[in-house]
């Protein structure tokens, strides 16, 4: 019923809109005639779907606070989950860290007390040869000591000749050197001092990922690197200054490689490493102790093939042409290649790109030319004289080299040290000559067939020989020691028909003009075959020459087409 003074008898039949308040008929004339109404049960129809949303809105915030408390919750219990797991980690290692010091102090204290037992029965035995001697002297001063105090003229004369035997006996006895105990330290390496710590950290490991790391373009000896990025448990990209960031990046062997790791301290690691073999590399990442998903993953680094760039020059007399290459060599200085143009009794000097330079006249034919660190370029034409010649590369004559140790040199080669290898036809042997050539600081030969050596080059604390006719190649120690073979006759991977010239690429492998099968064999220092370049190259030619510019390209001399390839 209405609350209105003189509506007490009315019931509330209306609503007003504006007002929002229930009226009765009264009301609807006195004191809201001009305002919006309706029916009481229209007007609570409408609030009441009104109401019905509200509280549905209500009831879906409610579940959504509901499912947030139960994630608060499983997030504080995962965290103390977490927290006890790591103590425990912590409390782990500690004891194995004391258990591991126990044993190392029970291992101490057992040498300790065998040294010190050693060494006191070293000094009761060295003190019991000394109380011996006193016993013998102080029972020999006793007696005499009583004869002289007695003074019997009879007993002197008596006891005389025994008396002063045993005297000199005792007197001329070796004295016991004191035993000097070697001193006992206990050195400390290293200092406990343990590097682990709390990190506390919004990264999620388990949500951290690795971009680029399955990159299929992997090469030796070309820097590659992936990103790592870091990102918090929602999937979001986070940086935490404390995280620690750990990348083990194993080689074939087993070997450690190095890596770089750039923090851009946005959340993204940059990881750049360059891989010094092919092969299968293993990648291991640790997030905060943790390893990453996927973590460990093998990297496939694909070895450097080397591609065809072009050829230069034909038989002829002219700038650019041959006849007869005999050797090749590059400046690692200026990049020049020089070419030992045997029937032309001369030496070409050519751009990287194959261009004619200038030509050094020579009174003979070169057997091989070398260029020095300095730049100079060493050339070999026998001659009456027996003389190596050292000319400069603008063809100026500098030196004579008396090759007095020599018979027949084949082939030079200058190694890292400045020293002239040169393999010997004359005596079959190896000769190391010192960087002026006056001293012959090694000669050695291979056991049993070892005759006519073509090529010998040194790497890494060992020759590499070339033997042209016995179809193999041998690996000697730096003492020239023989160690194996490689290869062996045949035309099959890994075999020879005539090898000769050898160099070694920056990728550590060894490269061999496999002359009369018309191609190059590539090896491991170890000996293991890896690849060839062979084909229309050199089908119809016969490589016996090869160097490398500063670049790493190959350089091929063909003597048969009198011609160059180049490879990159």
């Not at 039949?13 to 229209?42: A, G, M, N, P, W």
């Not at 020999?140 to 003074?151: A, H, K, V």
Request: proline content about 3%; aromatic content about 8%.
């Amino acid at each position: 019923m209405c609350s209105e003074q003189y509506h007490e008898d009315q019931p509330l039949e209306f609503y007003c809109e504006d007002c929002k308040v229930l009226i009765c008929h009264k009301c609807t004339v006195v004191s809201h005639d001009r305002h919006s109404k309706t029916d009481t049960q229209k007007a609570a129809q409408e609030q009441k779907m009104q109401m019905s949303d509200a509280v549905a809105k209500v009831k879906a915030e409610m579940v959504r606070y509901e499912s947030e408390i139960k994630k608060q919750t499983d997030l504080r219990n995962k965290n103390k989950v977490e927290i006890l797991n790591e103590e425990k980690k912590m409390t782990d290692t500690v004891e194995r860290l004391i258990r591991d010091l126990r044993e190392h102090e029970r291992k101490m204290k057992d040498k300790f007390r065998e040294n010190y037992e050693a060494e006191q029965k070293h000094h009761a035995t060295r003190l019991e040869n000394f109380e011996l001697v006193a016993t013998q002297l102080k029972s020999c001063f006793e007696r005499c000591q009583s004869i002289l105090d007695r003074n019997f003229s009879v007993e002197i004369l008596q006891t005389n000749h025994a008396i002063l035997g045993r005297c000199n006996e005792l007197l001329n006895v070796r004295k016991p050197d004191l035993y000097m105990s070697p001193h006992v330290r206990y050195l400390v390496e290293k200092k406990l001092d343990p590097m682990d710590r709390v990190v506390v950290t919004k990264t999620d490991p388990s949500k951290c990922l690795a971009e680029g790391q399955d990159s299929k373009d992997v090469k030796e000896r070309k820097e590659t690197y992936f990103a790592i990025v870091t990102k918090d448990s929602e999937g979001f990209q986070c940086y935490q200054q404390d995280d620690k960031i750990k990348v083990d990046i194993l080689t074939p062997k087993g070997d450690q490689l190095k890596t770089d790791i750039k923090d851009t301290e946005d959340g993204k690691y940059t990881v750049t490493y360059t891989p010094q073999c092919g092969g299968q590399h293993r990648v291991e990442i640790l997030v905060n102790g943790q390893p990453l998903t996927g973590s460990p993953w093998i990297v496939q680094v694909h070895q450097h093939q080397y591609q065809f760039a072009f050829q230069y020059g034909s038989n002829g007399k002219g700038q650019g042409e041959f006849d007869g290459i005999n050797d090749i060599d590059v400046s690692q200085k200026t990049g020049t290649i020089a070419v030992a143009d045997y029937d032309n009794q001369r030496i070409q000097l050519l751009s990287s790109e194959g261009k004619s330079r200038r030509e050094i006249k020579l009174d003979g034919e070169p057997w091989s030319v070398a260029f020095t660190d300095s730049g100079d370029l060493l050339t070999l034409v026998p001659r009456s004289d027996n003389k190596l010649c050292v000319l400069s590369e603008e063809g100026h004559f500098i030196k004579h080299i008396n090759y007095k140790h020599l018979v027949k040199p084949r082939r030079l080669s200058i190694a890292s040290d400045g020293h002239i290898i040169i393999p010997d036809y004359g005596d079959n042997r190896i000769k190391v000559l010192s960087p002026d050539g006056n001293d012959l600081l090694q000669s050695f030969s291979a056991p049993d067939c070892g005759k006519y050596p073509s090529c010998a080059i040194y790497h890494q604390d060992k020759f590499f020989v070339s033997y042209y006719h016995a179809n193999c190649v041998k690996v000697f120690d730096k003492t020239g020691v023989y160690l194996h073979d490689i290869g062996c006759e045949g035309s099959n991977d890994g075999q020879f028909d005539g090898p000769n010239a050898l160099v070694i690429d920056k990728y550590n492998r060894l490269i061999v003009c496999d002359s009369d099968n018309h191609r190059l064999q590539l090896f491991t220092l170890t000996g293991t075959f890896l690849s060839k370049i062979d084909g229309e190259y050199f089908q119809n030619g016969v490589p016996c020459c090869v160097a490398i510019n500063s670049g790493g390209s190959l350089v091929v001399g063909d003597c048969l087409n009198c011609r160059i390839s180049v490879f990159y």
